[in-house]
């Protein structure tokens, strides 16, 4: 069915019929989603990202940012920038691995020490190779946003060596990655959607989840969690990604606009998450959860098959371009 509903991108857009409405021939009011709560640093980039477009523009590209899933959830979103319904969504690689297998390539677990690792890929050829694989189905990554390293919680016991993580049920996001990564580490991943995923913790449908320290804060996870186990096992990108009729659509200068402060965002962005981490870690204690460093090594040795497996299931030349960048 998806990919039927990818195969109608073409067809979405006949003249100015985009889904943010031109208001006129050269004046364009689009809308961007993201799955932030209002108080998380997703709200600060886009909000960020709509003033500069306006200023660029001369007013020309109005940009109206909905948090917390409000045009949707990521999913559908996507879908419904590829087709034309949606004009903007501030994604994620994982999401986008549904249709760009490649995307998946980016969640390998410890590929990357940090975020200046992520910077050195993303910024060239590299994340510019997987960003040209998602414009056949009706999207352009018009930047790649931070998410960060991703951090184990859990309402059992404090993690500190993989061993402690079996018989554990840890939610995931929707990405095979993150599935195999955790069964390697030996607990039990279970998909859950991002909207849901307090409940589940405060159900005990899951014990655990896997989320930079921004999401604790701003879900409140720390209401239903007692402990953060610091791994960084994997990064997720938040790559802005707009349908591709819509940009081709718009005034060479508007497109040029568009795109400059995207890209020039990025490593804004990631700047913004490394210094609010520093201060959040510190809130994430004050709410009395258990923070852990964990000695990375024994973990980093259980997913090795899980790369090895990845180098025959994907583009193993991506991931070795990868791995020579980062040397």
């Given at each position: 069915?998806r990919?039927?509903i990818?195969?109608?991108?073409?067809?979405a857009?006949l003249?100015?019929?985009f889904s943010?409405?031109?208001?006129?021939?050269?004046?364009?009011?689009?809308?961007?989603g993201?799955?932030?709560?209002?108080?998380h640093?997703?709200?600060?980039?886009c909000?960020?990202f709509?003033?500069?477009?306006?200023?660029?523009t001369?007013?020309?590209?109005?940009?109206?940012?909905?948090?917390?899933?409000?045009?949707?959830?990521?999913?559908?979103s996507?879908?419904?920038?590829?087709v034309?319904?949606?004009?903007?969504?501030l994604?994620?690689?994982?999401?986008?691995?549904?249709?760009?297998?490649?995307?998946?390539?980016?969640?390998?677990?410890?590929?990357?020490?940090?975020?200046s690792?992520?910077?050195?890929?993303l910024?060239?050829?590299?994340?510019?190779?997987?960003a040209?694989?998602?414009?056949?189905?009706?999207?352009?990554?018009?930047?790649?946003?931070?998410?960060?390293?991703?951090?184990?919680?859990?309402?059992?016991?404090?993690?500190?060596?993989?061993?402690d993580?079996?018989g554990?049920?840890?939610?995931?996001?929707?990405?095979?990655?993150?599935?195999?990564?955790?069964?390697?580490?030996?607990?039990?991943?279970?998909?859950?959607?991002?909207?849901?995923?307090?409940?589940a913790?405060?159900?005990?449908?899951?014990?655990?989840?896997?989320?930079?320290?921004?999401?604790?804060?701003?879900?409140?996870?720390?209401?239903?969690?007692?402990?953060?186990?610091?791994?960084g096992?994997?990064?997720?990108?938040?790559?802005?990604?707009?349908?591709?009729?819509?940009?081709?659509?718009?005034?060479?200068?508007?497109?040029?606009a568009?795109?400059?402060?995207?890209?020039?965002?990025?490593?804004v962005?990631?700047?913004?998450v490394?210094?609010?981490?520093?201060?959040?870690?510190?809130?994430?204690?004050?709410?009395?959860?258990?923070?852990?460093?964990?000695?990375k090594?024994?973990?980093?040795?259980?997913?090795?098959?899980?790369?090895?497996?990845?180098?025959?299931?994907?583009?193993?030349?991506i991931?070795?371009?990868?791995?020579?960048?980062?040397?």
């Amino acid at each position: 069915m998806r990919k039927m509903i990818v195969v109608l991108a073409s067809l979405a857009f006949l003249g100015l019929a985009f889904s943010g409405g031109a208001e006129a021939a050269d004046s364009y009011r689009l809308k961007l989603g993201h799955t932030g709560a209002p108080s998380h640093h997703y709200q600060t980039i886009c909000t960020l990202f709509a003033k500069k477009v306006a200023e660029r523009t001369g007013g020309k590209v109005q940009i109206d940012v909905f948090p917390a899933d409000q045009l949707g959830k990521q999913l559908e979103s996507v879908e419904g920038v590829m087709v034309g319904t949606h004009d903007m969504v501030l994604a994620s690689d994982t999401v986008l691995s549904n249709w760009v297998p490649n995307m998946g390539i980016l969640n390998l677990p410890f590929l990357f020490n940090d975020l200046s690792d992520v910077r050195k890929v993303l910024d060239g050829p590299i994340g510019a190779r997987l960003a040209k694989e998602l414009e056949p189905h009706g999207a352009v990554v018009i930047g790649w946003w931070e998410n960060g390293m991703r951090h184990v919680t859990n309402n059992k016991r404090p993690i500190k060596t993989p061993d402690d993580l079996k018989g554990m049920k840890i939610r995931v996001p929707e990405g095979e990655v993150f599935v195999e990564t955790f069964k390697a580490l030996g607990a039990g991943p279970t998909v859950v959607s991002f909207g849901e995923l307090y409940s589940a913790l405060q159900l005990g449908t899951v014990d655990g989840q896997e989320n930079p320290p921004a999401h604790i804060l701003t879900q409140k996870f720390y209401e239903v969690q007692k402990y953060a186990s610091r791994t960084g096992h994997i990064h997720m990108s938040s790559p802005l990604i707009m349908n591709k009729a819509l940009l081709d659509g718009m005034p060479q200068e508007y497109r040029t606009a568009i795109l400059e402060t995207a890209r020039e965002l990025g490593p804004v962005h990631t700047k913004m998450v490394e210094e609010l981490e520093a201060e959040q870690w510190k809130e994430v204690k004050a709410h009395g959860m258990e923070v852990i460093d964990v000695d990375k090594k024994p973990f980093r040795e259980k997913v090795k098959p899980v790369i090895a497996a990845y180098k025959k299931k994907l583009d193993a030349s991506i991931i070795e371009d990868i791995e020579k960048t980062l040397q």
